[in-house]
């Protein structure tokens, strides 16, 4: 008898998490994005574009260009996963946890280039929902995520304080609250395979505290645009 209750149990249980797992589902990707920075502090010597800006005061070296506004656009990879697990109508509503980095060859607050000159990484989380289409195949969805970027997007290179002696300039890194929302379209390839065939970013990140003292920008406007390939469980 007892064993017969538990082999009843064993069904039901079975059954539950079947039920459970066909209402959820779990996926993971990777991206590769190209992200634009824009609304940065130029200084001097400041990129062609900052030009505009007239010569004003320092900060430990770096003369800050007042009126005049850089950009940097730097790529990188990004992976994360996604786990939907709540339908209403056509929109099915989850949460998204990613993290990347991005890396470029210029810099937007001064004329310095080189090798990864703006470099950073960050890790937002946020909901998402999956819109239902009577096409099987497309799958376009949309985000909102908050997190946090560590980078060195607004800073110049103080080539004035070789630290020990050293003749590579030292790099400042500042820590901002990024929030960025997004919308794409992954498109089913294979049972448990999606192309992401292109992720929208728009968003902003805000600096923490107030930085090195050498940048002078504390509010970066950001945009990316983004491909990749998703891996899901079936039946999604």
Not at 34 to 45: D, E, H, M, N, V
């Amino acid at each position: 008898m007892v064993m017969r209750f538990g082999k009843v149990w064993a069904v039901v249980l079975l059954c539950l998490g079947s039920g459970l797992a066909a209402q959820a589902q779990f996926g993971a990707y990777g991206l590769f994005s190209a992200t634009s920075l824009t609304g940065i502090q130029c200084l001097s010597p400041a990129p062609t574009a900052c030009s505009n800006g007239a010569v004003g005061g320092t900060a430990s070296g770096s003369t800050v260009i007042n009126g005049g506004l850089g950009k940097v656009n730097p790529t990188g990879l990004s992976g994360g996963v996604f786990y939907d697990f709540k339908s209403y109508g056509r929109i099915r509503l989850g949460v998204d946890v990613r993290g990347g980095n991005f890396h470029a060859n210029k810099s937007a607050a001064t004329s310095a280039g080189g090798s990864s000159i703006t470099s950073g990484n960050y890790f937002l989380a946020g909901v998402r929902g999956t819109i239902r289409t009577p096409i099987s195949w497309l799958k376009p969805y949309a985000q909102v995520s908050a997190g946090y970027s560590h980078n060195d997007a607004t800073e110049p290179i103080n080539a004035f304080s070789p630290v020990n002696g050293s003749s590579t300039p030292p790099r400042y890194y500042d820590g901002f609250v990024q929030y960025e929302g997004f919308i794409g379209a992954d498109i089913k390839v294979l049972p448990m395979i999606d192309l992401r065939a292109i992720e929208l970013g728009i968003g902003n990140m805000n600096r923490l505290g107030t930085g090195s003292g050498l940048g002078g920008t504390a509010s970066v406007g950001v945009r990316s645009i983004g491909a990749g390939v998703v891996f899901h469980l079936p039946g999604k």
